[in-house]
């Protein structure tokens, strides 16, 4: 066996911070300063290699945007001749081609946006350096095992009597293993979680999306007891599900997708697709990859990229559809109006059949309101009406804004005859169409009843 294990670490984990900008570098020591760390610095790349020539490093952070040799090149040059070494990228710009050849040619761990959040700094060196030692743990298993089997074949001409012990062995050994995959599959989904804030970065704090899509979908998983190795893809592919759409211009990103124009539209229904390739390299995404690739596959088949039509699209994609745009439609990037929770779930339900499963659509309305606490379409005493439904003695089962975002109404009011007439004639006036989320006493319903 001829892969050589890297040396056990036992000092502290070595660091070198590389970036030609000596204040990045001072505010990094600062941060860094009573760490159980050995940092190291380096204003260029080439300074860099020389660092690395003369000492392991188990870590290795580069700018992006260095004159004579780029963090890219520099990353590239660190894994092709010393692939032990953990490799992260920090740069204050998001360069999509920098980007693609830091994960292809550089095979890059992690990726930091400057200016970098401290705690999440330290949690991601942390986290990277964790997942290095456990590589380094699975190498040294995978040695271990390796050797194992070399005795077993030796004792096995001459010690038959042994090869029930040794075989017992190397089961532990193999368990051993299956664990240690086990714990870098979840490394892989820590590791997108924390690149996904890539993501976020474009987007002002009230358009971000991805937070709340991967919390929508763990509990989705949760409440539906869907193995681990689902549950994991799909938190992946929740966490990066719109990678491709970082060439974007910061305009277009936050413009709502049905107001793009011609040019922008094709360029929008192609952001699957470039996602699906930027994560295809790494083997443990590839499934995931598959997930988004298709969640804007529509169940009538007039969806992109592949026009897939009902079950054909991968059970994956349509509940990553719902849960994308159950939070975009309340954030404002799919329609002009920013919705709520319910609204965003009457009008999910509305296209059942025709954008979204019909069969998942309700029990996802479910979820919703498990997960989300200002969820009332989920209680079967709630009922959605125009205003001209309206009738005294109805109470509002949720507060009723404008579409100016205005508050009308609270929650908990008992509607009666005037207010009712007022609200149609606002309506009328702002030419808006109200859903009204209203619960019906059983004496007012008993009323309708005998009026119908």
């Known amino acids: 066996m001829e892969e050589q294990l890297p040396t056990t670490v036992t000092d502290k984990p070595k660091l070198l911070l590389v970036d030609d900008e000596e204040s990045i570098l001072n505010s990094l020591r600062r941060l860094l300063r009573g760490q159980p760390y050995e940092v190291l610095l380096a204003t260029s790349g080439a300074q860099a290699l020389e660092i690395m020539a003369q000492q392991p490093i188990d870590l290795v952070m580069s700018d992006a945007r260095m004159p004579n040799m780029d963090g890219a090149t520099l990353l590239a040059y660190i894994h092709q001749h010393y692939p032990d070494t953990t490799r992260i990228m920090l740069t204050g710009y998001a360069d999509p081609s920098a980007i693609i050849k830091a994960i292809n040619e550089g095979q890059i761990h992690r990726y930091i946006s400057k200016p970098w959040h401290d705690e999440e700094m330290l949690l991601t060196l942390r986290q990277s350096l964790a997942y290095q030692h456990s590589e380094r743990e699975r190498l040294r298993l995978v040695q271990e095992a390796w050797d194992q089997n070399e005795k077993l074949k030796q004792l096995n001409a001459t010690l038959e009597k042994h090869v029930a012990a040794r075989t017992s062995e190397l089961q ?73 759409k970082l060439s974007w211009t910061d305009s277009m990103m936050s413009t709502p997708s049905d107001l793009l124009h011609h040019n922008d539209r094709e360029r929008y229904r192609g952001y699957p697709k470039q996602s699906e390739s930027l994560l295809m390299t790494l083997d443990p995404m ?25 079950a054909a699209i991968p059970f994956g994609s349509r509940l990553l559809k719902l849960a994308v745009d159950f939070i975009e439609l309340q954030r404002g990037l799919i329609l002009e109006r920013q919705m709520n929770s319910d609204e965003a779930l009457v009008y999910i339900r509305q296209y059942a059949g025709r954008l979204y499963d019909p069969e998942l ?5 479910q979820v919703c309101a498990a997960y989300l606490s200002d969820v009332t379409l989920a209680d079967p005493t709630v009922k959605v009406l125009t205003t001209r439904d309206l009738v005294a003695g109805m109470i509002l089962a ?32 702002e030419s808006a169409k109200y859903s009204i989320f209203v619960k019906v006493p059983e004496e007012v319903e008993g009323a309708l009843l005998e009026t119908s």
């Open 361 to 365: 659509v309700e029990d996802f309305i």
């Open 286 to 310: 590839k499934d995931a990859a598959r997930l988004i690739l298709h969640h804007q596959e529509r169940w009538d088949g007039s969806g992109f990229p592949d026009r897939l039509k009902g």
């Open 398 to 429: 949720r507060n009723l804004n404008a579409d100016n975002g205005m508050l009308l109404l609270n929650a908990g009011k008992v509607l009666n005859g005037p207010l009712v007439e007022k609200l149609i004639a606002f309506e009328a006036m």
């Open 172 to 244: 532990q050994t193999a368990d051993m293993l299956d664990l240690a995959y086990e714990e870098l599959k979840r490394s892989y989904v820590t590791g997108t979680e924390v690149f996904s804030l890539l993501a976020n970065l474009r987007l002002p704090p009230a358009k971000q999306t991805n937070r709340q899509i991967i919390e929508l979908v763990r509990v989705y998983c949760k409440l539906h007891g869907l193995d681990e190795g689902t549950s994991r893809d799909l938190t992946m592919a929740a966490a990066l599900y719109n990678i491709g």
